[in-house]
């Protein structure tokens, strides 16, 4: 009897979200925000502080580049498992309109016209005409979206206004600047994945991933995103001042 009621208490304490949630995914989320942290900043550190470190070459140049695609494929595998919710996209809406708005603010020279939380949000919306599509098309349009990048990248356009497809004209600047193509093509193959390897809804690397630290992180990305920079600025204010 005893055994009986400590299995019964083991089912129920099992977070509801771990046993919904493909865990590992929240590893990779967490990889990916160790990964942007740090990318974030010997950025800050260059261009906030004039700190002789080089972000945006060698190994320093591939973190950024690694920690925004698994990010991205992993939005897109989530996206595609659950539901879309509309009061999600309001929030980044509404969140990346606040981000540009506050970094403008800050810094007109430091300006995010469209950011990682820009990209999510109307990525988001257009991802729900693709929901329904064959996995083969949904792979054909993603990898036709990420060659079309080494065409559109050499284009300059008279246009303010085309920006978050990823064409700019001359005068275009943002801090933070992740256009729709060629990152929604990483974001179909997220999807595509989700058809493919994760079509069980199980994880694939281990039969279950619970290490707490690791997976509250990996649940609350969005929030230690939006905390994390403001943070970072401060901290190199404080040690800027005191050196």
């Not at 208490?9 to 590893?27: M, Q």
Request: charged fraction near 15%; aromatic fraction near 18%.
């Amino acid at each position: 009897m005893i055994t009986y009621i400590t299995k019964r208490i083991k089912k129920v304490s099992l977070s509801s979200d771990l046993k919904k949630r493909i865990t590992e995914l929240d590893f990779f989320r967490w990889v990916a925000l160790i990964l942007m942290i740090y990318f974030h900043i010997i950025r800050s550190m260059s261009e906030l502080y004039g700190y002789d470190v080089i972000y945006n070459a060698w190994i320093n140049f591939y973190i950024g580049k690694i920690s925004a695609i698994l990010f991205i494929l992993i939005s897109g595998i989530v996206f595609s498992l659950g539901k879309f919710k509309i009061k999600r996209f309001l929030l980044l809406a509404a969140i990346a309109i606040s981000i540009t708005i506050i970094s403008y603010t800050y810094n007109s020279d430091y300006v995010i016209m469209f950011g990682i939380i820009h990209f999510f949000a109307l990525s988001s919306l257009i991802a729900l005409l693709c929901s329904k599509m064959n996995k083969y098309v949904i792979i054909g349009i993603g990898i036709g979206i990420i060659v079309a990048w080494s065409w559109i990248s050499n284009i300059w356009v008279q246009s303010e206004y085309l920006f978050f497809v990823g064409l700019v004209s001359k005068t275009f600047q943002s801090a933070d600047y992740y256009p729709l193509i060629p990152r929604f093509g990483i974001y179909l193959l997220g999807m595509w994945l989700s058809k493919i390897v994760y079509a069980k809804r199980k994880n694939i690397f281990w039969k279950t991933f619970d290490i707490q630290p690791i997976n509250f992180v990996g649940r609350h990305t969005l929030l230690i995103y939006l905390i994390h920079q403001p943070i970072i600025i401060f901290i190199l204010y404080i040690i800027q001042l005191i050196r």
